[in-house]
């Protein structure tokens, strides 16, 4: 069975970094686009960042800069290190898996979702 599962989320001070974590199994990561996403309260899931297999990623102007997300395929994981965190970064932050290398920011290209890891952020 495939699994995303998401974990280092939890209360940090705003300013502060985090760095949250995805374990992917039961599917072939090393040829899948991995991206993150989030969702508050009351909000739309929108696109944080992605990256694909051969090392592309694409960003979202609000967290360009302050997000990274880098992949090490021999241990199945992704990471999202995340700088300067503000209080509208609060929300809980999915893993997911797509086939594609384009339209990466569309939830519609990814097949298999976690769920999920919540961040807050305090002032």
């Known amino acids: 069975q495939v699994q995303l599962v998401e974990s280092g989320g939890g209360l940090v001070q705003a300013g502060d970094s985090l760095r949250l974590s995805c374990e992917a199994s039961g599917f072939i990561f090393g040829r899948y686009t991995m991206g993150w996403f989030r969702q508050a309260p009351g909000k739309e899931r929108e696109f944080v960042i992605a990256?694909?297999?051969?090392?592309?990623?694409t960003n979202a102007d609000s967290v360009k800069g302050r997000f990274t997300i880098s992949r090490v395929d021999a241990e199945n994981t992704v990471s999202l290190q995340i700088h300067s965190l503000k209080p509208e970064d609060t929300a809980v932050y999915y893993c997911a898996a797509g086939t594609g290398r384009f339209g990466t920011s569309r939830p519609n290209a990814y097949t298999y979702w976690g769920q999920g890891t919540q961040v807050t952020v305090s002032t």
């Open positions: 990256i694909d297999w051969v090392g592309g990623t």
